[in-house]
């Protein structure tokens, strides 16, 4: 999944490790039986410096519920956030910010869409509904950028709302639940205005009380 596939290999990198480490003990154990007739050797290993501990990853989960994801991007390992992501795991509905633009995506493997393509995407929620213009970024994915305006209206409804509808045209409607999506956005929210991209507001009924 789009929404995901940027853990791929970090999710690689740690299924490795064990492996790694049982070499690594091995190989100590070798090098120390070797240290009895060697001492040489035993000098020249201890020199070794120890590795360097890995940096933190890219890409962070901040938040999960309920098949909703919110995610931020690091391209300095942790010292400033680039690009905020939340949505729904099966890609039906993201929002992504970073200091050019507001975005809302949806996407779907089984696409084939031609980039640069348009089409309608209305999305209702409640009372809330409206009609976004779409186009494709690739095979498999649309997009909209938004004014922070229109994105604090959508966030607001997904936050209320228990179920969305979502119509791509007149043709394809797929429903979807709602339920975890609120802490997750409200993640994103936070994540665009403390990175300076974007003032989208507050969650509805949020209390900011630390009791």
């Known amino acids: 999944m789009k929404i995901y596939q940027f853990l791929i290999a970090g999710a690689v990198a740690l299924s490795a490790l064990p492996a790694m480490a049982g070499a690594q003990e091995a190989g100590q154990l070798q090098d120390s039986t ?19 501990p890995a940096p933190p990853p890219a890409m962070t989960i901040d938040e999960r519920h309920d098949g909703w994801v919110a995610i931020h991007h690091s391209p300095d390992h942790g010292l400033h956030t680039d690009l905020c992501i939340a949505g729904a795991e099966n890609e039906v509905l993201m929002v992504r910010a970073d200091a050019d633009s507001l975005q809302m995506r949806s996407a779907d493997d089984h696409w084939t869409l031609t980039p640069g393509s348009t089409g309608d995407m209305t999305v209702r929620i409640g009372a809330y509904q409206h009609v976004f213009h779409m186009q494709a970024n690739d095979a498999t994915t649309l997009s909209v950028d938004l004014k922070p305006k229109e994105m604090a209206e959508l966030l607001n409804g997904m936050e209320r709302g228990q179920q969305a509808t979502v119509q791509y045209g007149e043709r394809t409607v797929v429903n979807m639940t709602l339920t975890g999506s609120a802490p997750v956005l409200d993640r994103f929210r936070g994540c665009a205005e403390t990175n300076h991209f974007a003032d989208l507001g507050h969650a509805p009924d949020s209390r900011a009380n630390p009791f």
């Open 34 to 52: 070797q240290w009895a007739h060697s001492p040489a050797g035993a000098r020249q290993a201890l020199a070794t410096p120890d590795p360097q």
